[in-house]
């Protein structure tokens, strides 16, 4: 991690705001212009995924370094993928560094790693199948960040797996959500932010790389975002223990 000195004041004020940034920036091709935009959109808390480290696609640079000093934030990294460089991959998708997801911020922060339990893609078996070797899974990381509007915020940094299907991202996420109930208690301030891959829809159906399971066809009619808001997000504790609109 790195670690920058800031004030961080623990009294509660009710004319605070807190801007929030979710940005998927796409293995830092564009860095400068995405260094640039931090700096005009200036946020407290900063959701990143993709953020490549001495990989060869992308300069060869410490981006998550980079971007923390820049901004002068304190910062957090998990490292999904070692991306090894190899002569299948395609040079604008060359590896031989780190990739993975971020949570930066002006305020005070803590990090711990989410492990999934559940894996729809075994990179390490198949990502030469991608044109992509690589080592490593899916993680999540989760933060708690004090800051001076309030209670300490948890925040998830989420990047669910795009090579599967909507089972397998529901079944990735309620990891997320068990982490999170878990800890509403303690933290009812929370933020689940990051690049859920909800993309099995459309022409997209059609393709089996992308929609891997029965909802290809189930879910017809309707966005996979639309999909998990009635599904997922429209069941509640008070519903019951179960949710039965899972059940199909």
Aim: aromatic share 10%; with cysteine.
């Amino acid at each position: 991690f790195l670690a920058f000195n800031t004030e961080s004041p623990s009294s509660f004020n009710h004319n605070s705001t807190l801007k929030v940034l979710q940005w998927n920036v796409e293995r830092n091709y564009r860095s400068e212009l995405i260094i640039s935009t931090l700096k005009s959109l200036n946020p407290d808390i900063a959701i990143i995924q993709e953020i490549d480290i001495n990989c060869k696609r992308s300069s060869s640079k410490n981006h998550f370094k980079e971007i923390a000093e820049e901004l002068g934030w304190k910062g957090g990294f998990v490292c999904e993928f070692f991306e090894l460089e190899s002569n299948m991959r395609k040079e604008r998708d060359q590896g031989g560094g780190v990739h993975g997801n971020a949570i930066f911020t002006k305020h005070e922060i803590t990090f711990r790693v989410l492990d999934h339990k559940y894996h729809p893609m075994d990179w390490e078996k198949d990502g030469e199948k991608l044109r992509e070797p690589r080592k490593g899974k899916r993680y999540s990381l989760v933060a708690e960040v004090k800051t001076p509007a309030g209670p300490p915020i948890l925040c998830y940094c989420v990047h669910l797996e795009v090579f599967c299907g909507i089972i397998g991202r529901i079944s990735q996420f309620s990891d997320i959500l068990l982490d999170s109930a878990s800890n509403i208690k303690t933290h009812p301030y929370q933020l689940i932010f990051g690049d859920l891959n909800t993309i099995g829809h459309s022409i997209v159906r059609l393709s089996p790389k992308y929609c891997q399971d029965r909802y290809r066809f189930l879910s017809l009619g309707t966005t996979e975002p639309e999909w998990w808001n009635t599904n997922l997000f429209g069941w509640h504790t008070e519903d019951g223990e179960i949710n039965l609109k899972l059940r199909s």
